[in-house]
Structures are given as C-alpha cells and as structure tokens.
C-alpha cells in the first residue's frame, strides 16, 4: 500500500498581543495547506476577539476593530480549525509562538491542545540561508523573491511561509548526502520537531545512493567548498598615462572621464616620483570624488616587482569594495591580474579543527546548536572560512570562544591542509594589494606579511591618530574579574550546585576541583594586594576629574603611580603568575571533564562552557599584565601614558579598577611610519578652518616635512546635496535647553513626513537623550510606516545597524560611532539630521588628559574635532557622487553662535538655507514633491 503524502499546514496567526496571561486573543487565522510540494487549499478567518484591538496591532497589521465587529468568537470555529489541522504537520514562522498560542485558544474553547509534529521555519531558515542579513518573514520573501503583498495579515504571511517552507525543501535536498546526515544526526535538538525535517530528506536520498559533485570536497564528517590557491602571475604594466586621451582611450566605455578624479590621479602620480620616499601626502577628497580608484590607478603603476601596496581603512564596507569592485575595475582597464586580499585577525576565520571537535559534544543549547548547522551549511559556500559571512548580529555564543582561530600555523592536524587562517596568509604572500583596518596596521606594523619596503595609503586618515590612541591604551577590570573567578569558584565548590557534588567519590577529579578552586582563591588575593598598592595612588591624586553615581575617575601621574618600578613590577609579576597558573589549573580541569562528557548532569557540562570562557578572560588579563609591564620597564617617561585609576567606592580600596591611555600618539605613528614608503594620508575631512594644521600635528608632522592637495567636488555632488539649518527654533538659543528636546521631538516627525524619505539618521551626542526623543516619536501616526530603531533602547549597535539598513523605511538614532564609525550596507541615507552640534564632553577622562597641557583647549582641541565629526556626519549622507538627500542641522547654534561660520565652511562651501519651523517643513514637502515628479 502506497505511503500517503505528507500534508504540512502552514499556520499565521495575528494577535492583540503577545502575552497570553494579560487576555491577549487571536484576530485573524491565515493557513496554507501543503502536499506533494504544491499549496492545495488555504484558509483565512477573522476573529473577534472580544476586546478592543490596540491602535499599534492596527497600524502593523491593518486590521481594525470594524473589521472583527461581525466576525464570529474563536469558541465559534475552533473546532473547525482543529479538524483543518489534525494529522498535520504543523508549520509556522517562529512557532514557539503560534502552537502555543493557538493551543491556549482551543483549551479556552474546551477543546483538546494539538499534538502534532511542528517545524520552525525560522530555524531552518537560519541554517540553509547561512549568509542571510534578516530572518524575518518580509525580508526573506524579499531576498528568495517571494511576493508578499500584505506583510503581517495571517493569510498573506501563511502563503509567504507556505512558499518559503518549499524553497528551503528544494535547497535542502541539493545538499550533498554526507552533509545532509551530519544535519540529520545533530538536528534532533533543534525546536520541535524541525530536525525531523533533515531526517526526511536524508532518508528520501539515502535510497538513490549520490557521487560527490565535484566542486566539494570531503574530510572526516565534513563537506567543504573546494578551495582556491592562488598562483603567482607578473603583470606587465605600461608607463603611468600622463596625457588626458590615454586616460579616456583606457576608461572609454569602462568608467566616467571626472575631470576633478584625473586630476586628483595625477596629483598623486607626481608625489609618487619625489626622491624622499617617506616624505608624505596628504589630500583632501569629498566624497563622491572617486578617491578610491584615483590612488589605486597612481599606485599600482609605481609597484615594484614582488612590492606591495598596502591600504588602511576603518571601515569594512570600503575594504570589501576595495576587493570585490574597485580593483577588478582596475583590472578590466588596464588588463592586468592584480590581486587584492584584506589582512586581518586570525580569530576572524573558523578554525575547522576545533569546530569539527565540538560536533561530538551534547548537551548544546538550542542556538548553539543552530550555529553549528548553519556552519556546516555555510562550509559548502565559503571561500575564505571568515566568520563575518554568517552576518550575525553578536558573536557572543560561547561556540564562537572555541572556534575562532587562534592564530598558530597548523601543521599535521586532520584539518591542517584546508586551514582556512594558513589560507588566508598563502592568499596575502601572493596579493598585490593587501588592505586592512587601522588597528590591525598599529598592532602589526612589523609583520612580514607587508613584504619589503611596501607603499602605504592611510584612509579615512582624519582618524588614524584616534584609532591609534585606542588601539595602544588599555586597563585592568579588576572589580569584574574577580566577580568572574568568585563565581567561578562556587559553580566548583557549591554545596548545592558545585560541580565537586558530582565527583565526591572520584579521589582524582576532587584533587582537581579543589586544586583549581584554591589557584582562583588565591589570584583574587593577588588582585587585591595589587589594588591596594594602586589605592596609594587615590590618596594622592587630589580632586577628581570624573564624578556620577556609579564611579569616580582620578588622573594619576605615571611616575608618581609606578615611582618605584621594582616594587610595580613585582605585583605586575605576581599577578602574571597567578594568572598563569589558574589559566593551566583551568585548562587541565576542563580537559579532565571533556572527557567523561558522556557520563555529566546538564549543570555540569555548562561548567565545562563556564571553564572555556575563563580560559579566554584569564588570557586577556595575561596579555594586558604584558603590555602594562613592558611599558614600566621602558627607560621613558610615563607621562605619555595617562593613568585612570577609577573606583565604584572611594573609601574601598578593593573598588579600584585602573586604566592606562594614550595621550599622544606621534611617536608609535611615526615607529609604524618608518616600515612603509610613500604614505599617503587620504580623506574626506582633513582641514580645519582651510587649513591642514590640525591633522599634520596630530601624526607628528610640521607644513614644511609634507605634501597636500585638496580634491574638488563634482557638479553633481552640488547639485543633488540639500543643506538647511533651523534660524528660530521657538526662541530656543542653547540645545542644553530644558525645552529643546520637547521641541525637536516634536519637530522631527514633522520634517520626516514632509520630506518622504525611507532612510533617516539622527545624530545625537548622548544616549540619554536619545532615548527621550525615541519614546516621543515611538508612536507617532506620522512615523507609523517607519521602523524607528536607538540606540542603546532597541539592540546592540550591530542588531540595528542591520535592522535600519534592511528595512523599507526605517529611522535610526544615533549617537557617538553613528557619526562616522559605525558601517552601513548598501543604504543611501536620504536624510540626516543633526540634533547637537558634537562637541565632546569635557568631563571624560580621556579628554582632560588630552587637553591637561593646551593653552586653550576649546580651540586647540575640543573645537577641530567637532568640525571633524561634524563633516563626517555630512559624509553619511554624501557618500557617492550621485548621492540625493537632506542634511538637516537643528542645533541653533549652527545658525548663530561664534563658532557658527566655521561649522557653515566646513561643509565644502555648499550653499546653506536657514529656516524658522514652518518654513522648514514646507520646503521639504516642496523638495520632495520636485523629486517626484
């Protein structure tokens, strides 16, 4: 007798909310019924819920209390809807909450909860689309072009899922046999019954016996794309193109002749021939102005034989567009094969080793689990093994601690000729052009890699010197790590939920917890006798510079703090050991209880997850003692290091906590100068007041040691960029104002609205009122069709960053690395309003010591870099030549203030229109009712 299909229904519901227990209900059923890989029946019922449906449920789902009025009660057809769903297999979108919430209706209803089998597609989403930016059901519909013509109504979103479900069987059974039994043998912990959807197709094709397909290969249990080594070739490269028909007769039907772009390519050509090869340049080019491919069309034609050229940026965007845009356009002018490879931490890349080993561990939550598939399908596409592929919104999992690489050269292990690390480095020794971040390059500025005698261009050079001063200060938690070992010690030793209760009868393993927790006891011992000798410093350091609820910062004099070095050095020696010996003591344990894995209760292979997570934060400290010690045993002065000592409790000496920073970084900069030729030091924002002054001295050069230039910016760029400033803001003078919140909360909406825009940023330059403004504007009718996303209220920077670049329209607040720092995937702002002018507070630590020895610090320092920032922020929304939009300045003291000019000029000379409210408002709906027409 012939097996009968499975029948799959695909179920949506919509709800007044999402809490059950506080009376939510049902309005709306939507269900897609599945067989043989066609949908053959759907369903859709509106339900009156019995109470009235909330005004933000009606904006997301369109559904009204009208709509409901004469619908029937869900009592009147649950039966109905039990017998459309016995026998089924239950399908949803996140299913943990439409089962249960629809069993809690039917039990209400008096009729018997659902028992079927349940998949998530959610989860199987997140598996087979490993490299995918957005789980939710509109963004997948929208990357698998699956049409969803009513997003969040139950029958609409029932067909989309229907249609998703399908497309993920078809992807699944394309797998290869050998993967698809690693998923199906791993994936009965996944939600439900969701790993039962491998085991199906696993079993479907383990009947037609398969060949591997040739672009894969097989090691042990696992299933990798075939990788690509890369052979060295020489290019032949012409003489640089001086005349202007060379250039068009190369760039002819290929790219734009921009007259500002070739002149900016020559400018760098004659710098690139000067005999003083450490002599630098230093050129500011809006955006828009092509800068990129002009330095890398200069470059590549100065390149030595078996030479480098190595770029720096901070921004992964424009290191991703380096490789996979701008120098394969070079490639396609001049017909040559140059290589390009970005250059960064090994713990970046998946070490296949150690990942392979944590498939043989049980007892993995269940997003640990879904890592793990989701890796094994990504293994099949990736060609580099970088974990940034996966777009994750946090690496936090402790998966993430055991997989990353550390760096080692893998040699004689099962995975050790497939590294993907070993890959990386063999990729870069061949490359051509090698690009990196700033911190990478201070960090490494030694490393063979680079090769001999390699050009160097520093982009996004206006802050190279900031990333430098973060990159080399650091500081020592004390409070929290010792909070990390005390708890550490009691998942050991607890009377109730020590891992010791476990192995009281196992004299060996007793020996080994105990032993362990003694080596924790004691190295918080040595933490605290070394936060007694730094509360010495508290006592002398005189009125503090910092003060809040929570802590209170005291700068402390280098020398003062470390006057005798010996005596330093020997608690900084102490620790180190003591940090050794816990980080073996821990290590050892963990081996010892990896290996009875099989035979441990659940709170007992955590401990082992617990074990790990000490391991990588006793290494942190280790490396943080070496770096502090080498720093005292410099024969220098340690006042180039500004010393924090800050603590949560004045009067404690246990409360301290230390932090070393950086004051003026021109003498590492100019150390990681001198393995380079040829830097150039490129930018959108590199003069002040039309003068290059501030960023010279800030990287240690004087007017007379450099080059500069300053690109122009094309018609285009003038034409399409809108600058408005606010000249009354209802009498309100000073942003500090207790009225200008409520004001630009109010105004915001309104400018939005007018101006139609789908990306909106606005830049703040604290969080606290960000969030104040955030919950203003939340609910307001005019924002409805905007997700509106802050930060610090809705997710990590990360989560929203990739929330606001995914969404239709989407409004996103911001404050500190939103200004310039943070990178934005495939968005064009269309607006950016600028809330306060970004002035730095004078009251963090870092900043008074920076500004401790300036004449005038406002002028020397504080001021310069709000320009600086300021102009970045005006970046955001100019970042292409064809770049459209509105940069919107609320802050009155643009308009006035006397300061105001030089905030004006700083944005490339464009013209400005200041306007009261009103008047603001109706030229945005003007501008925006131009634009379409």
Known sequence: MPKKATTYAVVDLETTGTHREAQDRVIQFGCAIIQKQKIVKTYSFLINPGREIPERITRLTGITDGDVKDAPRFEDIALKLYKILKGTIFVAHNVNFDLPFLNYELEKAGISPLTNKAIDTVELSQILLPTCESFKLNDLAKSLNIKHTNPHQADSDAIVTAKLLMKLQRKARQLPFETLKLLSELGKGL??????FFRAIYNYKKRRPQTLDNQYFKIKELVLKKQYHVTPESTDLTDYPIDDSCKKSLFKGKIRFRRSQVNMMNRIHDFLQIKNRHKPLFVEAPNGSGKTFAYLFSYVHQLLPMQKLVVATPTTILQNQIVQTEVPQLNRILKTKFKAEIVKSSHYYLDLDAFYQTLSKDNQTNYTLTLQLKILVWLLQTDTGDLSELQLTNYQDLLFNVIRHPGDARNAT???????????????????????????????ANDMIWGQTPLLVVDEAHRFAENTTHSLSDGFQFESLWGQLSHMQSLLTNQQIGLLNGFKQDLFMSKEINQTHASLEKLIKVINEFQRFLYQGIKTAGVPIYRSLKQTDFAVNGNELFQDKIIAQSYLTRLQGQLETVRRKTLTLKTQLAQQRYRLLKNECEAIDELNKLVIVIETYLQKCYSLNGEINKEKDLNDLGFVLQSSKVDNPLAVNLRWLLIDPIEPIQDILKSFSRPLFISATLKQQDDFS????????????????????????????????????????????????????????????????????????????????????????????YEVLAQGVTGSNEKISKRYTIATKSILLGANSYWEGVDFKKV???????????????????????????????????????????????????????????????????????????????????????????????YLKQTSNRGKQ
């Open 191 to 196: 939600t439900r019954e969701t790993g039962g």
């Open 414 to 444: 099962t995975f050790s000729d497939y590294d993907f690390f070993n890959l990386s480095r063999e990729r870069q020794e061949q490359a051509d052009i090698l690009i990196t971040n700033h911190a990478y390059l201070v960090n490494h």
């Open 694 to 785: 501030y960023t010279l001295s800030s990287l240690g050069y004087q007017k007379q040691d450099v080059q500069t230039y300053v690109a122009k910016a094309t018609g285009r760029y003038r034409d399409n960029v809108k600058i408005v400033g606010v000249n009354d803001l209802n009498g309100i003078k000073n942003p500090n104002d207790d009225q200008y919140l409520e004001n630009i909360s109010e105004l915001i909406p309104d400018i939005i609205s007018a101006s139609d825009s789908h990306h909106i940023l606005l830049l703040f330059t604290n969080l606290d009122n960000i969030k104040d403004v955030y919950y203003h504007i939340l609910n307001d009718e005019r924002l409805s069709e």
């Open 828 to 922: 064009q702002h269309d607006m950016v309003i600028v809330t306060q002018l970004p002035f730095e507070s004078p009251d963090r630590a870092d900043v008074k010591l920076r500004q401790n020895n300036l004449t005038n610090p406002f002028k020397e320092d504080t001021l310069p870099r709000a320009l600086i920032r300021f102009q970045q922020g005006f970046g955001r929304l100019a970042r292409k030549e064809n770049s459209k939009g509105v940069f919107v300045v609320l802050d009155p003291r643009f308009y006035e203030s006397p300061y105001a000019t030089l905030f004006q000029k700083s944005l490339h000379k464009l013209p400005i229109k200041f306007l009261d409210n009103s008047q603001l408002v109706n």
